[in-house]
C-alpha cells in the first residue's frame, strides 16, 4: 500500500468517525472487545471471502483506534499466518499485568507508530496470501460502512446499525426478528420499495399490534471484484 492509498483511507475512515461524533478515545475504550470479536469471526469463516471482509474489518478497528502517519516498513517474515500477524500484535498493545492497552504508558510515539504501520503491513499480506487487493478491498469495506446508518452505543462500546439490509430477504428477516420479539406469532409484509428503503409492514396475530418499518437499502462490499 502506498502512501497516498494509505491517506486515503486514513482520510474517509476519519470523515466517517466525525459525521457520527466518534473520537480516537472513545474507540479505543472498545478496541480490544471488538477487535477479539473479529479475531472469533476469522477462526469462524467458511471462506477466503469471509476471511479477507474479518481482516478488513480489523483494519478499520486499528485506524479508528489510532492516529499515526504513513511509514514505510518491512518484514522478515517469510510466512503469514492470522495469529503471527493479528493475534501477537492486538497482544503486543497490552500492557505489562494488565488488560488494557499501554499505547500511552509504555510506548512512546514512534514505537507505537511503527507497530501499527507494521501491523498493516502484515495484514496486507495475509490479503495477498488470500490473493486480494488489500487496498481495493478496503475502499469497498469503506464504501459499505459509509452506507450505513446508526449511533455509537456508550454501554456496548461500539457502533451499532439501525435496521438497514443488504437484500430484500435481509431486510425482511432482520424486521421480523425486531418485532417478533414477544415470541408470539406475526405476519410481515413488503408494502413499497424506493431507491434508498424497503417499507415493511408487521403485524401481531393475536393481539393485532402493527409497527410499519423503513429499512434503509446499504451497500455490501464486493470483494470478489478485488482479486488479484
Known amino acids: 500500500m502506498t502512501e497516498i492509498q494509505f491517506n486515503e483511507i486514513k482520510e474517509r475512515l476519519t470523515q466517517w468517525r466525525q459525521e457520527r461524533h466518534l473520537t480516537y478515545e472513545n474507540q479505543q475504550a472498545g478496541f480490544l472487545g471488538n477487535v477479539f470479536e473479529k479475531v472469533s469471526e476469522y477462526f469462524r469463516a467458511k471462506d477466503d471471502l469471509e476471511r479477507v471482509e474479518v481482516l478488513c474489518d480489523i483494519a478499520v478497528f486499528f485506524f479508528n483506534a489510532f492516529d499515526f502517519k504513513y511509514r514505510a516498513v518491512s518484514s522478515n517474515m517469510n510466512c503469514y499466518t492470522f495469529s503471527d500477524v493479528v493475534v501477537y500484535n492486538i497482544y503486543s498493545l497490552f500492557g505489562a499485568r494488565t488488560d488494557n492497552l499501554c499505547v500511552v504508558e509504555n510506548e512512546n510515539a514512534l514505537d507505537l507508530e511503527n507497530h501499527l504501520n507494521l501491523t498493516m503491513f502484515e495484514i496486507e499480506q495475509l490479503c495477498k496470501n488470500l490473493d486480494f487487493d488489500f487496498y481495493k478491498c478496503m475502499l469497498e469495506k469503506i464504501k459499505e460502512i459509509e452506507s450505513r446508518t446508526g449511533f455509537y452505543d456508550e454501554r456496548l462500546k ?47 396475530i393475536e393481539t393485532n399490534l402493527q409497527i410499519d418499518y423503513k429499512v434503509k437499502k446499504i451497500y455490501k462490499a464486493d470483494y470478489k471484484s478485488c482479486r488479484l
Do not use: H, R
Open 158 to 204: 461500539k457502533f451499532v446499525d439501525k435496521i438497514c439490509a443488504f437484500s430484500k430477504d435481509e431486510a425482511l428477516s432482520n424486521v421480523s426478528k425486531d418485532f417478533g420479539f414477544l415470541g408470539n406469532s406475526i405476519i410481515y409484509k413488503l408494502t413499497q420499495e424506493d431507491k434508498n428503503f424497503w417499507f415493511i409492514t408487521c403485524k401481531e
